[in-house]
T-cell receptor, first 113, second 113 residues
Framework: EAQVTQNPRYLITVTGKKLTVTCSQNMNHEYMSWYRQDPGLGLRQIYYSMNVEVTDKGDVPEGYKVSRKEKRNFPLILESPSPNQTSLYFC????????????FGPGTRLTVT | SQQGEEDPQALSIQEGENATMNCSYKTSINNLQWYRQNSGRGLVHLILIRSNEREKHSGRLRVTLDTSKKSSSLLITASRAADTASYFCATSRLESSYDKVIFGPGTSLSVIP
């Protein structure tokens, strides 16, 4: 089954404790992206990757890091989480940016206290 | 400012009625996509309509695109309780030689049994 998986689905952590949210897709998609969703603000792009070893900032990259060492995986790293990063995070993948539909993961609800 | 803006923000209808949601945008686009999100879950792609297309259908869904008015509409016919969800439009436009995708804030649809 074609899918995007994220782990963990729920995470409660404390300020400053480094964390990684994993994302994996099994569709051999070149394009992957991370979004955060906050009430009233919709989906905002954090980082995206056009292909392996090619990543770039989205609209709200501050406080986040990503890497794309393999085509299928695109982890999101919060080196020093802060309460303003409490949000619902989605990973998505697509055959090609903007031209084709995106497939979304189930989301990771992160709470930083 | 956001590229896509859905209207209305919230819509409540009776089961069996039609639901219409609109999306307006500001700059020229390559394509426009509609997504559905059930509460707290990942977005699911519904329809992609390209800038040279005027109308597309998928089951009970009908999407129109008017590039002269920079607007799109999503019509759900004979609505069901299971259609209760948030609906987002996402516009894709060329930016710095890559297609940039921007999501609107969404329309929350409630279908009352």
């Amino acid at each position: 089954e074609a899918q995007v998986t994220q782990n963990p689905r729920y995470l409660i952590t404390v300020t400053g404790k480094k964390l990684t949210v994993t994302c994996s897709q099994n569709m051999n998609h070149e394009y992957m992206s991370w979004y955060r969703q906050d009430p009233g603000l919709g989906l905002r792009q954090i980082y995206y990757s056009m292909n392996v070893e090619v990543t770039d900032k989205g609209d709200v990259p501050e406080g986040y890091k990503v890497s794309r060492k393999e085509k299928r995986n695109f982890p999101l790293i919060l080196e020093s989480p802060s309460p303003n990063q409490t949000s619902l995070y989605f990973c998505a993948s697509s055959r090609q940016r903007g031209v084709y539909e995106q497939y979304f993961g189930p989301g990771t609800r992160l709470t930083v206290t | 400012s956001q590229q896509g803006e859905e209207d209305p923000q919230a819509l409540s209808i009776q089961e069996g009625e039609n639901a219409t949601m609109n999306c307006s945008y500001k700059t020229s686009i390559n394509n426009l996509q509609w997504y559905r999100q059930n509460s707290g879950r990942g977005l699911v792609h519904l329809i992609l309509i390209r800038s040279n297309e005027r109308e597309k259908h998928s089951g009970r869904l009908r999407v129109t695109l008017d590039t002269s008015k920079k607007s799109s509409s999503l019509l759900i016919t004979a609505s069901r309780a299971a259609d209760t969800a948030s609906y987002f439009c996402a516009t894709s436009r060329l930016e710095s030689s890559y297609d940039k995708v921007i999501f609107g804030p969404g329309t929350s649809l409630s279908v009352i049994p």
